[in-house]
């Protein structure tokens, strides 16, 4: 665009209405997601490298948050507020059933302030126990496998519909075509059958929290 600008002699004109349409783009994709989100009845999720969303704590959330999304402190805060509000979906009256897939990766790599990753450790083996928790960790000494590279939701909604959200460090995708979501579907369970156990995976996390005390 900075090209066409200079061409056209339109300043900076068509690269800063390039920049606000992308914007606006991943607005509306993660909108939907959490519309469906909302909706839900049941999440599985693998996380190919930090803390999910629905578990992390605000110190947590705001450490991430501050390196990917940069912005005002009072921008910041409204997206961690936010963040931290969609976690009514497990706590709530009619809590969602929720399992998630971690890679090891997830609890080797620490917050840059002590505390706040010792209170993250602490919500993840709180929430482990937690009966509409399930949590399994995939162990880094593991296979390949399909999902490498990104990290995936597949939302199980009340008409009985699967949908699934891809996402990397720069991007998501909404993906609700019957023969994608199975194929992904099928890549989730069978990385399901190669981690940890949820009774392994919860000594793995407290032991990882006593090695960082």
């Not at 909108?31 to 605000?58: K, W, Y």
């Not at 995708?173 to 099928?186: C, S, W």
């Not at 069978?190 to 990882?208: F, G, I, K, V, Y």
Request: hydrophobic share 40%; charged share 25%; proline share 4%.
């Amino acid at each position: 665009m900075v090209v066409l600008d200079r061409l056209y002699g339109t300043g900076e004109l068509l690269s800063t209405l390039w920049r606000a349409a992308k914007r606006e783009e991943g607005r509306s994709r993660y909108q939907g997601f959490g519309d469906l989100e909302a909706e839900a009845t049941g999440i599985q999720e693998f996380s190919v490298c930090t803390v999910p969303g629905l578990l992390q704590t605000p110190g947590y959330a705001e450490a991430q948050l501050r390196v990917h999304r940069p912005g005002s402190d009072e921008q910041l805060a409204d997206q961690v507020r936010e963040r931290i509000d969609r976690q009514i979906r497990l706590t709530g009256d009619k809590p969602l059933d929720y399992r998630g897939l971690l890679d090891e990766a997830v609890i080797r790599r620490q917050a840059p302030d002590a505390a706040v990753w010792a209170e993250q450790l602490e919500r993840l083996i709180e929430a482990a126990q937690w009966s509409n928790v399930t949590l399994h960790v995939v162990p880094l000494a593991g296979k390949f496998h399909n999902l490498l590279g990104s990290s995936l939701q597949l939302l199980w909604l009340p008409s009985g519909r699967t949908v699934a959200y891809v996402e990397s460090s720069w991007s998501g995708q909404l993906i609700e075509e019957t023969e994608e979501v199975e194929h992904l579907r099928l890549s989730y369970d069978r990385l399901r059958d190669s981690a940890l156990t949820p009774s392994e995976s919860l000594e793995l996390l407290r032991a990882t929290l006593e090695d960082h005390r």
